[in-house]
């Protein structure tokens, strides 16, 4: 079965670190552009970050740029999101989407929470 699960949400105080992994299942993201995402109640999935197939490039959200990190190892077939000194608008739910390139599947994960919050 074809399929993201993302893992390694939870509590955080302001200014910690949490790292989200996103492994996939039933196909080889070493093709895939990889990224983060995330969502807060009544508002828009809003990209974080995103790693190229070869890892040599990354983009970020400026309101994470400097914070986090998202890496991929493409021999454990994972994507992996860092997320140092932490805010509270750093609070929602982060999903990981695998994207093949024009003509090819999109796939996303079910999400997993971080909530920041002294």
């Known amino acids: 079965q074809v399929q993201l699960v993302e893992s390694g949400g939870g509590l955080a105080q302001p200014g910690g670190s949490l790292r989200l992994s996103c492994v996939a299942y039933g196909f080889s993201l070493s093709t895939y552009h990889m990224s983060w995402y995330r969502q807060q109640p009544g508002e828009d999935r809003e990209l974080v970050a995103e790693?190229?197939?070869?890892?040599?490039?990354?983009d970020y959200n400026d309101s994470v740029k400097g914070r986090f990190t998202i890496s991929r190892d493409n021999a454990k077939n994972t994507v992996y999101l860092e997320m140092n000194s932490l805010k509270f608008e750093d609070t929602a739910l982060y999903y990981c989407k695998a994207r093949g390139g024009v003509g090819r599947p999109i796939y996303w994960g079910q999400g997993t929470q971080v909530t920041v919050a002294s």
């Open positions: 790693i190229s197939r070869s890892r040599d490039i990354t």
